[in-house]
């Protein structure tokens, strides 16, 4: 994580403001503050410091913090899975789950999607309303957010942090945009995988057998060229045609880099 960490998001949420209050009582730019809100800056004016401490009256202390090398980092490893929608990612970490025992941890997102048959609430997702996840946003309780396929996914920020720091062994499937900003947020402490499926009407067929609608697979095999034009920013790439092998590829890649950072 960051050495410098900003605590806008805090400050904001105590005195029940966002940030075009702020704007409006600092004069500071709206994307300099989210930048700082969200802690993905890394060059700030000493002007822009002032006039934000003087908006919130508060000292630069309670705005920012330093945590010495060291202190920051993080003990566990965060495996991350993505790629086209029906690719099979969570079909391998289901499969991975039940065939090897590699201690891992599965730390379910905040969605808002409906609920598909078979699913429940914390399994594979807490369940939320737009407006419950919106609210969470804005009290700077994710890690990342993405709209998806028209429907929000959300990395819960503490649990995240106290699952690394705890050393636990994460897997979990994010879409690209996210496993790359995760991949900024805890850089190598992040093993980024993308899955692919071996034909276009592999993955067309895989979506209608698991019961999509057709609307919403039109608007996942959409995205796909997307997804794929990211994908050599993957560390490694897993063909999912036979489900156990593809298995055996994902335990081998754990494996070796958990050994590694051992
Ligand atoms: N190797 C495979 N061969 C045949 N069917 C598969 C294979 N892998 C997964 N499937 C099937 O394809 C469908 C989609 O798989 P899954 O839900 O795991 O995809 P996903 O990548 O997690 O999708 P999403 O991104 O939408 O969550 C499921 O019905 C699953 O059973
Ligand atoms: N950026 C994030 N993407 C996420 C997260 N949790 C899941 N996902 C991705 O969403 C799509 C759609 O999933 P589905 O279950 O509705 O089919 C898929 O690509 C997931 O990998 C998250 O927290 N952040």
Redesign the pocket.
């Known amino acids: 994580m960051h050495k410098v960490q900003f605590h806008l998001d805090r400050l904001l949420f105590e005195r029940n403001w966002k940030i075009p209050d702020l704007m409006k009582r600092s004069g500071v730019n709206k994307n300099t503050l989210y930048a700082i809100k969200k802690n993905e800056i890394s060059r700030v004016d000493l002007k822009v410091l002032q006039s934000i401490c003087d908006a919130l009256q508060c000292a630069l202390s309670d705005l920012m913090s330093y945590e010495p090398k060291g202190e920051h980092e993080t003990k566990g490893l965060l495996f991350i ?1 993505s ?12 499969s991975l789950r039940d065939r090897y025992d590699l201690g891992l941890t599965f730390i379910p997102s905040f969605a808002t999607r409906p609920m598909r048959p078979g699913e429940r609430n914390g399994n ?1 997702y807490y369940f939320v309303s737009t407006e419950e996840f919106m609210a969470m946003a804005e009290r700077g309780e994710f890690l990342e957010y993405e709209s998806i ?1 028209g429907n929000y996914y959300g990395t819960h920020l503490l649990t995240y942090e106290q699952a690394l720091d705890a050393g636990h062994i994460v897997i979990k ?1 994010i ?1 690209v945009n996210g496993a790359l900003n995760m991949k900024k947020a805890f850089g190598d402490r992040v093993v980024l995988i993308y ?1 692919r ?2 034909s276009l009407n ?1 993955l067309e ?3 209608y ?4 609608a057709e609307a919403d697979i039109r608007i ?1 095999m959409e995205r796909l060229k997307y997804e794929e034009s990211l994908s050599d920013q993957f560390d490694y790439l897993i063909f ?4 156990p092998t ?1 298995t055996a590829e994902l335990a081998q890649i754990i494996r070796t880099c958990t050994r590694k950072r051992a």
């Open positions: 899975l790629g086209p929608s029906g690719a099979g990612k969570n079909t391998l970490i289901n594979p396929h499937d879409d899955v499926p071996t592999d067929g895989r979506l057998g698991r019961g999509d996942r999912n045609d036979d489900i593809a």
